[in-house]
Structures are given as C-alpha cells and as structure tokens.
C-alpha cells in the first residue's frame, strides 16, 4: 500500500441499502477525512476524524456514520442509501490538523 | 456564510500565463491552498499560503491578499498537461477546509 486506498472504486446500489465505503492509509497520518463532491459543487466534508478514537460532523453529516478504530482505517458508512446520495466520494488524511490533506482515488457512487 | 468564489472555466493557449483568480468569506483564516484535479482523479496538492504575498514553485506561484480575502494561481509556460480543474480552499477557524467548486482550465495548442 502506498498512500491511501479506497474500494471499491465504483458501485451501484439500490436505494434502501446499506453500504460501507472503505479507506487506509499507511502514511500515519493522525487526520483523516471524508467528502463528497458533485457536479458543479465544491468539496463537501461529510465527517472527519483528528485522531484515532475521535470522529467530528462535517458539513453535510445526515445519513452518514464514521469510526476510527484504528490510525489506517476510516470507514464511512451509508446507513440505509438514498438516490441524493449518489456522488463521488473521496477520503483524505494529513498528518495533522494543520497538514496539507492527501487524497485517495475515490469511489463512484450510483444509487438507485 | 462561507464562500469560496473562482471562475467556473477558463481557456488559455499553450505556453501562454494563466492567472485562476479566487476570493473567499469565511468564518476565521488559517491558510488558503490549491490543488490541482485532473478529470476522474483525486486532487493533487499545488501550493499553501498563509501569510500575505507570493509563493513561487516552478511554473506554478501563488499569491495571497488576506485583507482583501482574495488569492491567485499564476501558471506559467502553459503544457497541455496543464488542463486540469484548480481548486481554492481555506482552512477556517474550526481547521476545517472550505472549498470552492474548482475552475475548469482548458488548453489550446
């Protein structure tokens, strides 16, 4: 692994269904982030962790949960999927609050 | 509210300067960046800036004005490589970057 990782890199998914978008990173880097962003839109944080143990609401929180178990991993999860919800969604880490953020590749998603 | 302004496309011919001009209202400072997205791939670090002036890094410089909540990427020596979307954000007083919808460069050679 080098950086950060994200799967899958694209899905389909109906609308009602729950589904975990996953995120490592091997940099240790202590902050880690997710967004979102659409068409037209800036980059939108959805939640963010400064440090493992610790999660934090974003701008755009509702019908999405985060954990942080541990410092590589930042799993974002769609509780129950909605067609507003369809995005492409990348995680970021930095080594600090301060710290330019590195991005993963992203994941497309599409639900319907 | 915050706001993060920069044009939403412009075009530039190749070896020509280009200057992506972004201005912001947000709730605190602490930094503006650029990065840089390629269609269909993540954002790429470009420049940082936090205190008033220019930065210069290769082809690519940055300037910040905080006082006017206003900053500029200036590319020089335009490559085709160079088409890209260039995104501003600002990292507010909560840390936390807010970022603008990116301005879609494109290049004629």
């Known amino acids: 692994i080098a950086g950060i990782t994200q799967a899958p890199t694209s899905q389909i998914l109906a609308a009602g269904r729950r589904m975990t978008l996953r995120c490592t990173q091997d940099?240790?880097?202590?902050?880690m982030y997710w967004y979102r962003q659409d068409l037209g839109l800036g980059l939108r944080l959805i939640h963010y962790?400064?440090?493992?143990?610790?999660?934090g609401k974003g701008e755009v929180p509702d019908g999405y949960s985060v954990s942080r178990a541990n410092t590589d991993d930042f799993p974002l999860t769609l509780a129950s999927a909605v067609p507003s919800q369809t995005s492409v969604y990348f995680c970021?880490?930095?080594?600090?609050?301060?710290?330019?953020?590195?991005f993963g590749p992203g994941t497309r998603l599409t639900v319907l | 509210g915050q706001n993060i302004d920069q044009p939403t496309e412009m075009t530039a011919t190749e070896g020509a300067i280009v200057q992506i001009n972004c201005t912001y209202q947000?709730?605190?400072?602490?930094?503006l960046f650029w990065y840089q997205q390629h269609a269909g791939e993540a954002p790429t670090f470009l420049s940082y800036?936090?205190l008033d002036g220019l930065e210069e890094k290769g082809r690519f410089s940055s300037f910040l004005s905080r006082s006017k909540g206003y900053s500029y990427l200036l590319l020089k020596e335009l490559q085709m490589k160079d088409s890209a979307s260039y995104l501003c954000?600002?990292?507010?007083?909560?840390?936390?970057?807010?970022w603008g919808a990116g301005t879609k460069l494109i290049i004629k050679p």
């Open positions: 800036n936090v």
């Open positions: 940099m240790r880097h202590n902050a």
């Open positions: 962790s400064n440090t493992a143990g610790t999660t």
């Open positions: 947000t709730s605190g400072f602490n930094g």
């Open positions: 970021a880490s930095s080594s600090g609050v301060e710290g330019e953020q590195f």
């Open positions: 954000a600002v990292r507010d007083s909560n840390y936390q970057l807010i």
